[in-house]
């Protein structure tokens, strides 16, 4: 009696709630036997616990992790509860991780980091992270080896989708012609202007290598940012969209994705000028690779080979009747 509680005591109510009856700092009175008692606990221990200099309390390492861990776009309690601390999205945008640096962290004994998927978007407000040291009290070598896997830089940040300026570009003889009717555009800008975005530009060119690099130059002129070409992509002799994109500039290709639908997938750039293109089974199914591939674009990041192979693991679509993505794991 008379002592203060060492740590948060959580109290659960099955079914109904589950929170930290006691905080940490809290003068513990006769009349908090009882409730202690009903709790199940018989034995506390209080702020009078000297663990020695080799040993760091559950609440100052959480706090040097999160200060460590938080990037642009994330905010967090500075005050832990029950231990640990929770990140939330500071901004609506992407939840980008660094999964080595999540990786190397939580292989560090007494310790560890859960968050959302990563290149998931979030929204402002919503929870996507947390942390804490796993015993009351974790060693300062511990401490130091898990620190050490956060420097150089943050473990996650929310980054911003900006208001690209995207040009779409659909290529095929037979739209050209009108001897079918063109669903690219209306797919494309429904999507594009769902995360924001705003269509500078749209055209519509025959399967002719000459014709959609002049295109596409045409749309940079216009002042686009982002230039989404649609079919052509496939092995098919008149798919020659992407020797077209070639012809107008296009670098740090990545042409093929380990993604179902969309393993045509297409990314790369026009010096500033951001392209991806979309293989024809977009036209048909409502989730592909475009969506994956989008906000990740609008969010500024370069997408490599390696980014790529790793949507191998959750990349196959199921294709359920209903479809509730980006609530599913396709993609992650």
């Not at 994705?257 to 393993?263: D, I, K, R, T």
Request: net charge negative; hydrophobic share 40%; glycine share 12%.
């Amino acid at each position: 009696m008379g002592k203060a509680a060492l740590h948060d005591m959580t109290r659960i109510v099955p079914g109904e709630s589950k929170g930290p009856e006691f905080r940490a700092g809290h003068e513990l009175s006769v009349g908090d036997v009882c409730r202690l008692h009903q709790m199940g606990r018989s034995n506390v221990y209080t702020d009078d616990v000297d663990p020695g200099e080799d040993w760091l309390h559950e609440n100052k390492a959480v706090e040097g992790f999160a200060k460590r861990m938080a990037g642009d776009g994330i905010a967090f309690e500075e005050q832990p509860s029950e231990g640990k601390i929770d990140f939330t999205a500071d901004r609506d945008g992407l939840f980008v991780v660094d999964r080595e640096k999540l990786e190397a962290f939580n292989l560090v004994p007494d310790v560890m980091c859960a968050t959302r998927q990563g290149e998931s978007l979030v929204e402002a407000g919503k929870r996507i992270a947390g942390t804490r040291a796993i015993p009351l009290f974790i060693s300062r070598e511990n401490y130091s080896k898990a620190v050490t896997m956060l420097e150089g830089g943050p473990l996650f940040e929310v980054k911003p989708l900006r208001k690209a300026k995207t040009g779409v570009l659909v290529t095929g003889t037979e739209v050209f012609q009108g001897l079918i009717e063109d669903k690219f555009i209306p797919i494309i800008s429904g999507k594009v202007a769902g995360l924001g975005g705003e269509i500078t530009a749209t055209d519509i060119v025959p399967d002719d290598r000459e014709a959609i690099a002049g295109a596409v130059r045409r749309m940079i002129d216009a002042g686009c940012d982002l230039i989404v070409t649609t079919a052509g992509l496939s092995v098919d002799p008149d798919d020659v969209t992407r020797h077209a994109l070639n012809d107008a500039g296009l670098t740090d290709v990545v042409y093929g994705a380990p993604v179902l639908p969309g393993a045509m997938t297409l990314v790369g750039r026009i010096g500033g000028v951001q392209v991806l293109g979309v293989p024809a089974c977009a036209l048909f199914f409502k989730t592909t690779s475009l969506d994956l591939m989008l906000p990740r674009l609008m969010a500024g990041q370069t997408v490599t080979r390696r980014d790529m192979a790793r949507l191998a693991e959750g990349g196959y679509c199921l294709g359920c009747r209903t479809c509730t993505f980006p609530k599913c794991p396709f993609g992650k």
